[in-house]
């Protein structure tokens, strides 16, 4: 099992849907947790992290299962401007942060 | 966050030759990494550039072929040598930013895009 898995998609979702995408990870000694986003052609940029508790920022959701060792990312009300690659992103500890590959969202007008 | 540059964005060079990369940070960091991300795939740790001591490679990767200085706690470098058009991709550093609540949140500069030839 790798160490951090992601549907690599696209999704193609209209504008103004909700959309969601899980990351499952195999270490189940992890402690934290994120999302990141890149643009095309860009540097990753820190959208979210994930709490035990879940969290919330505007229209992004993050949940984190640990029993089922996974994340989510919900993205509601969607804008033509959250066309991007998601990387979902896990701390193994030891300051070592493992990279999904990402999920590509496209938003259709 | 912290606020990190990378000289050059881009560059084209022939292989056998070899590339040094520049990452300066705006602040003090302690934790500065240098990483690769190849087309169409994320982003895979190289190594982790320790201030006033060796970098700490991580597997499959070498001194040899990826030497790094971290001469302070604003600045390092990665050397790309002897580069094979295998080489090709883009090498991003990235700090933790001990300013932020989570020591552990990396920020990420804005690349450099390596094209061997």
């Known amino acids: 099992r790798k160490e951090v898995e992601q549907d690599p998609g696209p999704f193609n979702v209209p504008e103004g849907a909700t959309v969601a995408f899980n990351c499952t990870y195999s270490?189940?000694?992890?402690?934290?947790f994120f999302w990141y986003r890149q643009d095309c052609r860009k540097e990753p940029k820190l959208l979210m992290s994930?709490?035990?508790s879940g969290n919330e920022d505007g229209r992004f959701t993050a949940q984190l299962n640990r029993a089922s060792q996974y994340i989510s990312l919900l993205i509601r009300d969607s804008k033509l401007s959250d066309s991007a690659t998601y990387l979902c992103?896990?701390?193994?500890?030891?300051?070592?942060?493992?990279f999904g590959k990402g999920t590509r969202l496209h938003i259709l007008p | 966050s912290a606020v990190i540059s990378q000289k050059p964005s881009r560059d084209i060079c022939q292989r056998g030759t070899s590339l040094t990369i520049q990452c300066q940070v705006d602040?003090?960091?302690?934790?500065m990494f240098w990483y690769r991300q190849q087309p169409g795939q994320s982003l895979t740790l190289i190594a982790t550039?320790?201030?006033?001591?060796?970098?700490?490679?991580e597997s499959g990767f070498v001194i040899d072929k990826f030497p790094i200085s971290r001469p302070n706690l604003t600045f390092s470098t990665l050397t790309v040598s002897n580069m094979s058009p295998e080489d090709s991709s883009i090498y991003l550093c990235?700090?933790?930013?001990?300013?932020?609540?989570?020591?552990?949140?990396?920020?990420f500069g804005p690349g450099t895009r390596l094209t061997v030839l």
């Open positions: 994930v709490y035990s």
């Open positions: 270490n189940s000694a992890s402690q934290s």
């Open positions: 990235s700090v933790e930013d001990a300013r932020t609540a989570s020591t552990d949140t990396q920020y």
């Open positions: 550039a320790n201030q006033g001591s060796e970098a700490t490679y």
């Open positions: 602040s003090q960091v302690t934790m």
């Open positions: 992103v896990v701390n193994i500890g030891d300051d070592k942060i493992i």
